[in-house]
């Protein structure tokens, strides 16, 4: 039901028209879906399900539309690309939307400050933009591929109290630390021979 509406926002034209605008070249020619259907063979349904974006748009239908409706190859397929991008996109917002709750986990705000995080006003719409960038940051693809790469670590240091736990804040130092480490190994390093006397 939500990819369905999802998709239907991306064919009202939020960033991506819908395929039925391409298949515009139709009205040019007076044609019918279903001389379409025949022009293609295809039946009517699958033409219907073309134009609706239900079934995707392969290799061999672009071709046949290319030969039915002149524009080429390569403009079906970058449309057809285009459209899944966009729809594969809308996808990923919604799922992160739903994963908010596990960004309270994280001290955002201070992981903001050190430069891990783009710094942005923490609200409804940002929320779903830094869950993306958290799970880029710890590189996994969702809260349960973090809770089995980082929640079950074992916190084996001295620490003063209980309470200092937090295996969140906890995994995003230790990876801060880890990707600081990195960076300083990528530096160039300068030659030692020319500064010896």
Known sequence: ???ERRRRAVRA?????SR??????????SWTQQQLADRLGYSLKHVNQLIKA???????????????????VGFWLTR????????AVLDSAQRQAEMVPWLERFPV???MDAGVLDK???DARSKPVVVGELLGFFGVASPDQWESQYGCMELAFRRSR????????????????????KSWMARPMTKLASKQP
């Open 1 to 3: 039901m939500a990819c």
């Open 13 to 17: 034209g939020l960033g991506v028209a």
């Open 20 to 29: 039925g605008h391409h298949f515009g070249l139709l009205d040019e020619r």
């Open 54 to 72: 239900k079934v995707p748009l392969t290799e061999d239908a672009a071709i046949r539309l290319q030969n039915v409706l002149g524009a080429p």
């Open 80 to 87: 057809e690309a285009q459209y899944r991008e966009r729809v």
């Open 109 to 111: 705000k201070e992981m």
């Open 120 to 122: 942005r006003r923490l």
């Open 162 to 181: 209980e309470d200092q736990a937090d295996v969140a804040a906890i995994s995003a130092w230790l990876r801060t630390g880890n990707a600081v480490q």
